[in-house]
Nanobody
């Protein structure tokens, strides 16, 4: 089992920045990958970014150049730095972990980009 606790969401104006955090209950080296997904109202959940156990990263085209995924191994924490936020980024953001080919999810954190 893996418990994931997210934090860092909130309300921000367009062009602003936020950093999301996700802390895992076990060593992130034991996880095949961790990442972020998001779900906007009335839409399906979509993939945002991933970091593998070896440190390789990838991100959706819609956020490349604006969002950066990183990790702190000692804290078992993965971050999503979000810059140049747009109203279209408004969604509930979910942390995801792949542990032994099983999916685990955080409770979600709301990000709202609005004036």
């Amino acid at each position: 089992q893996v418990q994931l606790v997210e934090s860092g969401g909130g309300l921000v104006q367009p062009g602003g920045s936020l950093r999301l955090s996700c802390t895992a209950s076990r060593s992130i080296f034991s996880l095949r990958a961790m990442g972020w997904y998001r779900q906007a109202p009335g839409k399906q959940r979509e993939w945002v970014a991933t970091i593998t156990s070896s440190g390789n990263t990838n991100a959706a085209d819609s956020v490349k150049g604006r969002f950066t995924i990183s990790r702190d191994n000692a804290k078992n924490t993965v971050y999503l730095q979000m810059n140049s936020l747009e109203p279209e980024d408004t969604a509930v953001y979910y942390c995801h972990a792949d542990y032994a080919f099983r999916d685990f999810w955080g409770q979600g954190t709301q990000v709202t980009v609005s004036t």
